[in-house]
């Protein structure tokens, strides 16, 4: 193991490490079916996607916040249809070619997305019993398109939420990202992150980010102390002036 630095790299609260000299590692998160955890948050929306190909209706669309597995979801689904991912141009053009690949439009409320082309592919999607499964993060009421034309097409889909509902799906959470990342983590470590964070799947991502980058430059593996000092730090990123950093380097010895 590498030896520890005798000062701290700039890291800023928000995960950013300008001064950090050890090694960016890539890791490729895993989105097969068995790395998909369910829970109560995410049950119905899973099962509609293993139900495929025996769906009642073409249109679904799963929608919850960022990182609660709507990619995952659709990765799943690609999968398992043979689904092809449409980009913001190209959905004038699959509405025209028609038939009924399955297509995917991820982040519908916030991709760019050619709006005419949204609207004539969720109308042929409709005639043609074409599967399709959409994801946002907001309610269809809110995305951003100037007529309500692609919102009246989009409510005819079968929706689905996804979201983290409770300690055991989190923790769930954390052990798959530092998995997708080959770090070994002490189950206490984890229970102590879930008992004080901000509860949500994108602050679990970038905790678990922060505190891979802290555990790096130090040279040692991610202890209770870097959990802690990974937490005060992000409280400091969303101003509690107020939160008091809670050190146990006992686990350090």
Known sequence: ??????????????????GQLAF??????????????VGEGNALAHGRIMAFPNWPDPL??????????KSHLARIFADRSGAVFAGPDDLE???????????????????GY?????????????????????TAREDVANWPFSTDDVRSRARR?????????????LSQMFVKLFGDRQVAVDPRIIGYLVARMERSTEEAVILVDL????????????????????LHRRSLASGDAQHEQDWDTQDDE
Request: hydrophobic residues 40%; proline residues 7%; aromatic residues 2%.
């Open 114 to 134: 050619d709006e005419a082309g949204l609207f004539h592919l969720l109308n042929q999607s409709m005639r043609d019993h074409r599967p399709v499964l959409m």
């Open 1 to 18: 193991m590498p030896a520890r630095s005798d000062t701290d790299p700039e890291i800023d609260p928000a995960g950013d490490a300008p």
């Open 211 to 230: 505190m891979d980058r802290l555990a790096l430059a130090k040279g040692t593996a991610i202890t209770r102390s870097i959990a802690a000092d990974a």
């Open 24 to 37: 960016e590692l890539g890791h490729t998160p895993a989105h097969g079916e068995a790395d998909f955890m």
């Open 93 to 111: 053009r699959l509405a025209r070619d028609g038939g009924r690949q399955p297509v995917v439009i991820e982040d519908v409320d916030r991709g």
């Open 60 to 69: 679904t669309l799963v929608s919850g916040p960022a990182k609660a597995g």
């Open 157 to 169: 889909a079968t929706a689905f939420g996804v979201a983290m509902t409770d300690d055991i799906q």
